[in-house]
């Protein structure tokens, strides 16, 4: 059965940095990519980009290519997400997903609180 399972909540004030876990369990790592998905209070989601465990390869939204960093361990199978110079905008549901040959599979989701 695939899974991805995801770090727990994180509370940071503004300016600071923050990463998020998603382990993969139920397949080959590096079989598919790792998109990553947020959604802020009261919005729609937002991709923000995703990886190719296999080669660590990346594509940036636009609108993160310059605070947002993804990671790959495939020793761990585990993906990863840092966002640095937070801002009170960023307070958002952070999401991995994953599209395999049965469908598309999500992990739980990691409310990200940013908060003087």
């Known amino acids: 059965e695939v899974q991805l399972v995801q770090s727990g909540a994180e509370l940071r004030n503004p300016g600071a940095s923050v990463k998020v876990s998603c382990k993969a369990l139920g397949y080959i790592f590096t079989s598919y990519y790792i998109d990553w998905v947020r959604q802020a209070p009261g919005q729609g989601l937002e991709w923000m980009g995703r990886?190719?465990?296999?080669?660590?390869?990346?594509k940036y939204a636009r609108n993160f290519q310059d605070r947002v960093t993804f990671a790959a361990d495939t020793s761990t199978n585990t993906a990863y997400v840092e966002l640095t110079s937070l801002r009170i905008e960023d307070t958002a549901v952070y999401y991995c997903?994953?599209?395999?040959?049965?469908?598309?599979?999500w992990g739980q989701g990691t409310q990200v609180t940013v908060s003087v």
């Open positions: 997903a994953t599209r395999g040959n049965s469908g598309d599979y």
């Open positions: 990886i190719d465990p296999e080669n660590n390869g990346t």
